[in-house]
């Protein structure tokens, strides 16, 4: 995999760094006698002073505080050792972060000031195979003062966070949108140093301190590890909170910020009523500390040869087949789908691309045609046909010949003479059973069909921050969610409805008449699947075909599923002036 | 015709046609001055029939809903796992309807109740292998079924031959 780690290169295609505990050891032996670092004045309230935080399940922490930058730290009454620390209030919480000298470890406390509640975060590097990523584990508790009864209340896992999201500005000036589309996971873009516009999604964590704060993490995992941990505060729209891992040049970040926000909106959620529960996603069983279940897409994507990928092609090729086989792509994803039309059968048209090929069509019937290109010989094609508005036809078909096996997935409005097209192909650099897409705006040419002219069916911003349901089958519900003008991220539901595990690739957005919308999606190393939907936003339904290629071969599918709208998020003038 | 066979198995249609009407006699209390001895044992026996092949019934209910259907309740383990494996549960309010062949060794019982399944989605899709990662990825239904059992009695014990959950 290349590794230009350029802020440009989409976090999936950065080849980390596999830091060894000497590596990791070695940076923050720098930093764990200073403290971390902090744009902003850090507070001396605890300085000469001593607290004692006492965990539910975890260890209790006898701190001394010696300045407003040095503390001595007690684990379970073992011996204290010094530490940089760092704290930063907000009205009355405070967060307080140190790592432990000649460790690997460190805390961040939250503490409730009023309430003496006490949320104890433990955080170490080398808890999962890759060792630059950061585990936590979370422990309920407070801070005992001698004659004070221990409070009865804890910081509680909570899904109230849930549909929220925010544009932070940290006073490092850097900027990012946070999505809370589940209630397990959360979606981030960075709109700082990135410069692609591309959102990604981490294992989340979120405690509802009250109904104004809650404290919210994040461990980029299968990226750069870094652990994310801040509390916000809903109506101030401020945060506190910790950066700690290792950047994609492997220098480490380990700070305190405090940043301001702006409120992006709520999507809906999808519990039943009166179910707050956090935690959604149950541990694994026989979970190690900080354990917790993690989409690891790399993990179980089969990847391929060139070689091997010509060779399953030519084995494989199932289009529209009832039943492609486990780990065929979008296979199983039209339990709900609309029913095929017969509406191109007996119908002769070309469709003539701007930037791409002209082809001629003869359809003989409702799954069979001939398409030829620049007046070359005719190749008979299966294909299905959709209608997802009157006039408008989705289809799609295999170019059997090409060299990058080329599927073509149609959008033809033959009310208006336009087509769009989202080609897709197997020929990325990464993997070669990955999908890549290019969108193609065209023209459809036939007998009755009126010439558009120059007009065109156009990219559109319709779609951002737009989050819609899709039950494909039962027991088989995903969320999209549009949060950048080329992401697509989905999130999989739970049993009971919470949102939980997450993930996301490229994607692209056209409009075809008002309410019907064209998208793909690219699983980018995930799966490699090319998702394409014909979104209609008035019946809440879509029509879509999934192109995949795996060790089954390539395959074409039926994708159809009932949608509900969960809501947008107010994003559209973070991506200005880069319209179309 | 009459709803039950002389000696075969009774059918879930002559269920269906007369069920009500032949379950009725096990239930009707008939002066005993007008049975003759033997009718009264062979009366006797059928209700005891009945008996032993409820609380037949009744264990293997406890035991499909605590998903350990063993094969002693039952004439073979074929004949054990006929219902399928994603059927995970039996609700059942009504008594149903015991008939019992005139023979005294065959027998079919007839029960409404609600069946509940449960399957595994196939990891065929992202969306699916991402379901079943987070632990889920189980589909359940559960839907009004008529579950027609049929009984045999071997060396004097009561078992199940065949079970079939039909639409209701």
């Known amino acids: ?580 | 015709m009459s709803g039950m066979e002389n000696d075969g198995i009774a059918t879930r249609r002559s269920f269906l046609k007369s069920g009500a009407i032949l379950a009725a006699p096990l239930g009707l209390a008939v002066p005993g001055a007008a049975l003759a001895a033997d009718d009264r044992a062979m009366r006797l026996a059928r209700l005891e029939d009945e008996a032993a092949i409820r609380a037949l019934h009744r264990d293997w209910l406890v035991r499909v809903n605590g998903r350990s259907v063993t094969a002693d309740l039952c004439v073979s383990a074929r004949a054990a796992a006929c219902l399928g494996d994603e059927i995970c549960g039996i609700i059942q309010d009504e008594d149903g309807v015991v008939e019992i062949t005139a023979n005294g060794e065959r027998a079919s019982g007839y029960y409404p109740c609600r069946i509940e399944t449960e399957s595994r989605m196939a990891a065929e899709n992202t969306f699916a292998q991402m379901a079943l990662a987070q632990g889920g990825g189980v589909t359940r239904t559960s839907e009004p079924r008529l579950l027609s059992v049929e009984y045999a009695k071997i060396a004097d014990r009561w078992v199940i031959a065949t079970v079939e959950a039909g639409t209701a």
């Open chain 1, 1 to 580: 995999m290349p590794a230009k780690p350029d802020p440009q290169t989409p976090m999936y295609r950065v080849a980390y760094t596999r830091l060894s505990d000497v590596q990791i050891g070695a940076a923050l032996a720098k930093v764990a006698k200073a403290g971390p670092a902090c744009a902003s004045p850090l507070s001396g309230d605890l300085a000469g002073k001593s607290i004692r935080i006492v965990t539910d399940k975890g260890p209790t922490l006898d701190y001394k505080f010696a300045s407003d930058r040095q503390l001595g730290v007690s684990e379970d009454g073992g011996n204290a050792v010094s530490a940089g620390y760092g704290l930063l209030l907000q009205d009355h919480i405070s967060l307080i972060a140190h790592l432990i000298p000649g460790t690997m470890r460190g805390y961040a406390s939250v503490i409730d000031n009023r309430s003496g509640i006490a949320t104890l975060f433990e955080l170490w590097f080398g808890g999962y195979a890759d060792k630059r990523e950061v585990s936590r584990e979370i422990y309920g508790g407070y801070v005992a003062v001698a004659g004070k009864p221990e409070p009865q209340r804890r910081h509680k896992a909570s899904n109230r966070a849930e549909g929220k999201g925010f544009y932070w500005k940290q006073d490092t000036g850097f900027e990012s949108l946070e999505y809370y589309p589940s209630a397990a996971y959360s979606h981030f873009v960075e709109l700082t140093h990135s410069g692609n516009e591309m959102g990604y999604c981490a294992p989340s964590d979120y405690l509802r301190i009250d109904d104004d704060y809650y404290i919210y993490t994040r461990v980029e995992c299968e990226f750069s590890g870094t652990l994310t941990l801040y509390v916000m505060d809903l109506n101030r729209q401020q945060q506190i909170g910790l950066r700690l891992g290792f950047d994609r040049l492997d220098a480490l970040d380990y700070y305190l910020f405090r940043g301001k926000g702006e409120w992006l909106g709520q999507i809906a959620q999808f519990e039943k009523f009166g179910d707050t529960a956090g935690n959604v996603i149950p541990p694994p069983d026989n979970a190690k500390k900080g354990e917790r279940r993690v989409y690891r897409p790399l993990q179980t994507m089969p990847r391929m040869s060139r070689a091997e990928v010509d060779k399953a092609v030519a084995e494989h090729r199932r289009v529209f087949a009832s039943r492609t086989g486990a780990g065929s792509g979008a296979s199983g994803m039209a339990t709900n789908g609309v029913p095929p039309v017969e509406a191109l059968a007996c119908r002769e048209f070309t469709l003539r691309y701007d930037d791409g090929p002209a082809i001629d069509y003869r359809v003989k019937d409702a799954e069979t045609l001939s398409w030829r290109m620049a007046g070359g010989a005719w190749t008979e094609a299966r294909y299905q046909a959709w209608e997802s508005m009157p006039g408008v036809i989705l289809f799609g078909h295999l170019l059997d010949g090409m060299p990058n096996h080329d599927g073509h997935m149609i959008v033809a409005d033959f009310d208006a003479g336009l087509a769009t097209c989202f080609n897709g192909t197997l020929k990325g650099p990464y993997f070669a059973n990955e999908a890549c897409a290019r969108t193609l705006f065209g023209v459809v040419v036939g007998q009755g069909v009126p010439a558009p002219g120059t007009l065109r069916h156009q990219r559109t911003r319709e779609m951002l921050g737009r989050a819609l349901t899709w039950n494909y089958a039962p027991g088989l519900t995903s969320m999209h969610l549009y949060s950048t003008p080329q992401t697509v991220s989905w999130i999989i539901f739970t049993d009971s409805g919470a949102g939980g595990m997450a993930w996301s690739g490229p994607g692209d957005f056209v409009k075809i008449r008002d309410g019907l919308y064209f998208c793909y999606w690219l699983e980018d190393a995930c799966n490699g699947t090319l998702g394409t939907i014909l979104i209609n936003m008035r019946t809440m339904h879509d029509a879509g075909i999934g192109y995949h290629c795996g060790m089954e071969g390539l395959s074409m599918s039926q994708i159809g599923a009932h949608g509900r709208h969960a809501g947008k998020y107010d994003v559209t003038r973070f991506f200005a002036g880069r319209e179309g």
